[in-house]
């Protein structure tokens, strides 16, 4: 397999748990004989300070012309006096609607241990295994019209939820696919109690799930989902709603695995699929080797899986995180159970690598038996 990989490190913690994402990709094309070839590019405040744009042209070509585009995180408060369409999150916004994924991948799960580290009860999160699906380019984030209009002490702000039955419908079937390889479960989150796009939604998902009649179609309104996301985890299997419900209840569901940093996600449906860490870019621990590497490593299994149709690397790496995660490491957000060794974001990454050199090996000797 040859893939192209464009790696964008942006800002805050995003250099320091890309690399180690790169890390595990270059082992697990070591260890199986693929080609992948990286290209970094600016994004965010890093492309501000230095070509005076969150997303460069240069950026946008290469991750256009990418196969994968793997990203770090996007923010850093000295920007935030800036215009909202110059800041760097305009820049990632930007690069989601030009790559074309409609549909992101928040999967959250809980890991025994470090069930510790999650404040629920280990009897009500362990075992939790959820894959949010959530519409990515449409909804509040992207409808017109918009703005602010007015001075201080009079202004008037609007945002504008907007839906079709084409964007909910093709986002929907990433949702019931998905739920074929799984538990055959699809929860659909909405408000259709209050808003005319939730009604829309709801309508449009109860007739794409005929299509799908091994799978098991529910539907709850957000805020009482927010609640069972908290006390019943594990009766979700996969969660699908729109852009602004997707964003905070995925942000939610760290809450399952004890950390946002151990939450990856995948960007899938156009050309090229973005993968990336659910967190932001924490600039208050930047450079001091504390940041959780395990969302951006998490990030690359996607990579595996989606772009690259290596299911079994994928796999590999994912018993690889969890493999770090039995044999005691930590980093310093999910160490609340005081058990373990506390390890640096590079030290996560060389572990990982190694496990997966280990998996390898078993895999290979038993093939040889």
């Not at 510790?116 to 509040?140: D, F, H, K, Q, T």
């Not at 805020?223 to 006390?231: E, K």
Request: aromatic share 6%.
């Amino acid at each position: 397999m040859k893939l192209k990989i464009t790696i964008l490190e942006g800002d805050g913690v995003g250099p320091e748990v890309t690399r180690e994402a790169v890390r595990v990709l270059r082992t697990t094309a070591g260890l199986h004989g693929h080609q992948f070839t990286f290209t970094k590019q600016l994004i965010g405040g890093a492309a501000i300070s230095e070509a005076g744009s969150p997303l460069p042209r240069t950026t946008l070509d290469a991750c256009l012309a990418s196969d994968a585009v793997l990203l770090g995180a996007v923010g850093a408060p000295r920007f935030d006096s800036l215009p909202p369409s110059a800041r760097p999150e305009a820049g990632l916004l930007l690069l989601r609607r030009a790559l074309g994924g409609y549909a992101n991948l928040r999967p959250a799960i809980s890991y025994d241990a470090i069930a510790a580290a999650s404040p629920l009860r280990p009897e009500i999160a362990r075992g939790a295994n959820i894959l949010i699906v959530r519409e990515l380019l449409g909804g509040l984030y992207f409808g017109e019209p918009r703005g602010l209009t007015g001075d201080n002490g009079n202004s008037v702000a609007v945002n504008t939820m907007s839906y079709s039955v084409a964007e909910i419908e093709r986002v929907a079937r990433v949702a019931f696919v998905a739920a074929l390889q799984r538990h055959k479960r699809v929860t659909s989150v909405d408000k259709a109690n209050v808003l005319e796009t939730s009604q829309l939604w709801r309508a449009t998902v109860t007739r794409v799930a005929k299509d799908y009649p091994e799978v098991a179609l529910d539907h709850l309104y957000v805020d009482a989902c927010a609640m069972h996301l908290i006390t019943n985890p594990r009766r979700f299997d996969v969660l699908l709603t729109e852009n602004l419900f997707g964003d905070i209840l995925s942000d939610e569901a760290a809450v399952i695995t004890g950390s946002l940093g151990m939450l990856g996600s995948a960007t899938i449906g156009g050309e090229v699929g973005l993968y990336e860490p659910v967190h932001g870019s924490a600039p208050d621990i930047a450079g001091r080797g504390i940041a959780n590497p395990f969302g951006a490593i998490a990030s690359a299994a996607l990579l595996l899986r989606y772009s690259g149709g290596l299911e079994r690397e994928a796999d590999d790496l994912e018993e690889a995180i969890q493999f770090v995660l039995n044999a005691g490491y930590r980093t310093p957000d999910i160490s609340a159970d005081g058990f373990g060794h506390l390890a640096t974001t590079s030290e996560i990454g060389e572990l990982v690598a190694e496990a997966l050199a280990e998996i390898a090996d078993v895999r290979h000797a038993y093939h040889a038996v």
